[in-house]
T-cell receptor
Framework: NAGVTQTPKFQVLKTGQSMTLQCAQD?????MSWYRQDPGMGLRLIHY???????DQGEVPNGYNVSRSTTEDFPLRLLSAAPSQTSVYFC????????FGPGTRLTVL | EDQVTQSPEALRLQEGESSSLNCSYT??????LFWYRQDPGKGPEFLFT???AGEEKEKERLKATLTKKESFLHITAPKPEDSATYLC??????????FGTGTRLKVLA
């Protein structure tokens, strides 16, 4: 039982590049979410999903896309990276009691 | 607008010196208030969920309480291993979670 896994752990991008942050859970949770964490800003919700095929925007969705084709996976896509997207990204699984992954540290130059 | 404010931002305690962390919230229709612990470089770890005013929950040296406007995380006789950032979050009926910026706790031996 791995819980929530995220890949990669670290990533450096150049402005304008695209990438996908991967998130997978093995707890059969319907609810999954993506957050970014910046110094002094706390965790901010980017997108969330209440089940396969259902996604919705959180507090800071601009510049990010998500899809949910299976219960297990919830990837986060950056279509054209910007320096403002430099942050630590956390994926979480579960409603009420959320289980967080270890995070992806992203730097956009 | 839903909002969470945590105080103090940082707290230094001597081992055994009990104290409380505060989480003030504004939310339209509270569905739940959550406490998490976050160690440096890791994802948040779930501690408690509180659903209604007057509710209390305990785990080892931690006790969480809830009123209609705020929650307290009481730490009794803390140990150095309790050093971490403690995060508070709320959600209403929208499945959107709002996190505070956290309290950084340092317990000195």
């Amino acid at each position: 039982n791995a819980g929530v896994t995220q890949t990669p752990k670290f990533q450096v991008l150049k402005t304008g590049q695209s990438m996908t942050l991967q998130c997978a859970q093995d707890m059969n949770h319907e609810y999954m979410s993506w957050y970014r964490q910046d110094p002094g800003m706390g965790l901010r919700l980017i997108h969330y999903s209440v089940g396969a095929g259902i996604t919705d925007q959180g507090e800071v969705p601009n510049g990010y896309n998500v899809s949910r084709s299976t219960t297990e996976d919830f990837p986060l896509r950056l279509l054209s990276a910007a320096p403002s997207q430099t942050s630590v990204y956390f994926c979480a699984s579960g409603d009420n009691e959320q289980f967080f992954g270890p995070g992806t540290r992203l730097t956009v130059l | 607008e839903d909002q969470v404010t945590q105080s103090p931002e940082a707290l230094r305690l001597q081992e055994g010196e009990s104290s409380s962390l505060n989480c003030s919230y504004t939310v339209s229709g509270l569905r739940g208030l959550f406490w998490y612990r976050q160690d440096p470089g890791k994802g948040p770890e779930f501690l408690f969920t509180l659903y209604s005013a007057g509710e209390e929950k305990e785990k080892e040296r931690l006790k969480a309480t809830l009123t209609k406007k705020e929650s307290f995380l009481h730490i009794t006789a803390p140990k150095p291993e309790d050093s971490a950032t403690y995060l508070c979050a709320v959600t209403s009926g929208t499945y959107k979670y709002i996190f505070g910026t956290g309290t950084r706790l340092k317990v000195l031996a």
